[in-house]
């Protein structure tokens, strides 16, 4: 009897321990557009073209790989800083980093509904790229999104910008 009490004791403990990793887990999952905001607005014909002229108000040149964050750095910014690497490494010396913090920018902060986000202007200061860096868990149980926006920024001929607004992982 006691052998059973144990192995009962054993699976009620497994069973609770993956029920309470299930839970923080869909905790840490949100939406990159939850409302829908940034979808709407990308359905604007001059929203390219807006969104640059934007950032160039902020002094952002052309070929910049730019990183959205916030003032207060919460925990997902942090994880984004392999894929920020990675990314500058494979689109080479004819990019560079810039960053931007969304309370500084409110026009910017209007469109985005969460952070960190990423937005890539190529050499010719078109809009190549705008959305989260990865997806999934924590974003780095998920998809890393590196090859497909390299492969979004040396697109030819440019077909426009991709946006992605589907995507749910670790967003602040």
Same mark, same amino acid.
């Given at each position: 009897?006691?052998?059973?009490?144990?192995?009962?004791?054993?699976?009620?403990?497994?069973?609770? #321990?993956?029920? !309470?990793?299930?839970?923080?887990?869909?905790?840490?999952?949100? !939406?990159? +557009?939850? %409302?829908?905001? #940034?979808?709407?607005? /990308? /359905?604007?014909?001059?929203?390219?073209?807006?969104? $640059?002229?934007?950032?160039?108000?902020?002094?952002? +040149?052309?070929?910049?790989?730019?990183?959205?964050?916030?003032?207060s750095? @919460?925990? @997902?910014?942090?994880?984004? =800083?392999?894929?920020?690497?990675?990314?500058?490494?494979?689109?080479? %010396?004819?990019?560079?980093?810039?960053?931007?913090?969304?309370e500084?920018?409110?026009?910017?902060?209007?469109?985005? +509904?969460?952070?960190? !986000? #990423?937005?890539v202007?190529?050499?010719?200061?078109? #809009?190549r790229?705008?959305?989260?860096? !990865?997806?999934?868990?924590? @974003?780095?149980?998920?998809?890393?999104? $590196?090859?497909?926006?390299?492969?979004?920024?040396?697109?030819?001929?440019?077909?426009?910008?991709?946006?992605? =607004? +589907?995507? =749910?992982? @670790?967003?602040?």
């Amino acid at each position: 009897m006691q052998k059973k009490t144990s192995w009962l004791l054993l699976v009620l403990w497994a069973v609770s #321990l993956l029920t !309470a990793l299930l839970v923080y887990g869909q905790r840490q999952l949100s !939406a990159f +557009d939850p %409302n829908g905001e #940034l979808l709407h607005r /990308t /359905t604007a014909p001059d929203f390219d073209a807006s969104l $640059v002229a934007l950032l160039k108000e902020q002094n952002i +040149d052309a070929g910049s790989v730019i990183h959205v964050s916030s003032k207060s750095r @919460c925990y @997902c910014e942090t994880l984004t =800083t392999p894929h920020q690497t990675q990314l500058i490494k494979r689109l080479g %010396n004819d990019f560079h980093q810039a960053s931007l913090n969304i309370e500084d920018v409110p026009e910017l902060g209007a469109i985005l +509904d969460a952070v960190p !986000a #990423l937005i890539v202007l190529d050499k010719q200061n078109q #809009l190549r790229y705008l959305g989260p860096y !990865a997806t999934g868990y924590g @974003c780095f149980t998920g998809k890393n999104l $590196v090859k497909q926006v390299v492969g979004y920024t040396n697109q030819l001929p440019y077909n426009g910008a991709v946006i992605n =607004t +589907d995507a =749910t992982g @670790c967003f602040c």
